[in-house]
C-alpha cells in the first residue's frame, strides 16, 4: 500500500442497501475526509476525522456515517442507499487538520438504482 | 455564502501559455490551493499560496491578491498531457476547505 486505498473501485447497489465503502491510509495522517464529486460541483465534505477516535460532520452528511476506530482506516456507511447518493465519492487525508496538502484516494463510483 | 467562482472549461494550444482565473467570497482566508485532476482519477496538489504573490514551479506558477479575492494559475509551455481540470480550493477561517467546481482544460495540438 502507498498513499490511500480505496474500495471498491465501483459498485452498482440497489435502492435501500446499505454499503460501506473502505479506505485505508499508510502515511499516519492524523486528519481524514470523505468528499463527494458530482458533475458540475466542487467537491463536497461528507465527514472528517481530525485524529483516531473522533469524527465531524462536513457540508452534506445526511445518509451516511463514518467511525475512526484507529489512525489508518476510514470507512464511509450508507445506511440505506438512494440514487441521490449516486456520485463518485473520494477519501482524503493530511497529516493534520487546517490549512494542509490532502492526499486523495483513487476514488469509489458508486450507483444506486 | 462562500463561494468560489472559476470558468467551467478553456481550451489552448500546444506550447502556449493559459491563465486560469479563480475568484472567491469566503468568510475570512488561511489559504488558497489548486489541484488538478485528470478524468477519471484524484485530484493531485499543484500549489498552496496564502500571502499575495507568485510563486513558481516549473511550468506552473499561482498568484494570489487577497485584497481582490482573487488567483490565477499560469501553465507555461503547454503539454497535452496538462489536459485535466484545475481545482482551486480556499481555506477559510475556521479551516474548512471550500472548493471550486473545477475549470476543463483542453489542449489542442
Known amino acids: 500500500i502507498a498513499g490511500i486505498t480505496q474500495a471498491p473501485t465501483s459498485q452498482i447497489l440497489a435502492a435501500g442497501r446499505r454499503m460501506t465503502l473502505r479506505c485505508t491510509q499508510d502515511?499516519?495522517?492524523?486528519?481524514m475526509y470523505w468528499y463527494r464529486q458530482d458533475l458540475g460541483l466542487g467537491l463536497r465534505l461528507i465527514h472528517y476525522?481530525?485524529?483516531?477516535?473522533?469524527?465531524g460532520k462536513g457540508e452534506v452528511p445526511d445518509g451516511y456515517s463514518v467511525s475512526r476506530a484507529n489512525t489508518d482506516d476510514f470507512p464511509l456507511t450508507l445506511a440505506s442507499a438512494v440514487p441521490s447518493q449516486t456520485s463518485v465519492y473520494f477519501c482524503?487525508?493530511?497529516?493534520?487538520?487546517?490549512?494542509?496538502?490532502?492526499?486523495f484516494g483513487a476514488g469509489s463510483r458508486l450507483t444506486v438504482l | 455564502g462562500q463561494n468560489i467562482d472559476q470558468p467551467t472549461e478553456m481550451t489552448a494550444t500546444e506550447g502556449a501559455i493559459v491563465q486560469i482565473n479563480c475568484t472567491y467570497q469566503t468568510s475570512g482566508f488561511n489559504g488558497l490551493f489548486w489541484y488538478q485532476q485528470h478524468a477519471g482519477e484524484a485530484p493531485t496538489f499543484l500549489s498552496y499560496?496564502?500571502l499575495d504573490g507568485l510563486e513558481e514551479k516549473g511550468r506552473f506558477s499561482s498568484f494570489l491578491s487577497r485584497s481582490k479575492g482573487y488567483s490565477y494559475l499560469l501553465l507555461k509551455e503547454l503539454q497535452m498531457k496538462d489536459s485535466a481540470s484545475y481545482l482551486c480550493a480556499v481555506t477559510n477561517s475556521n479551516y474548512q476547505l471550500i472548493w471550486g467546481a473545477g475549470t476543463k482544460l483542453i489542449i489542442k495540438p
Open positions: 476525522s481530525n485524529t483516531a477516535g473522533t469524527t
Open positions: 499560496n496564502v
Open positions: 502515511m499516519r495522517h492524523n486528519a
Open positions: 482524503a487525508s493530511s497529516s493534520v487538520s487546517g490549512a494542509n496538502v490532502l492526499t
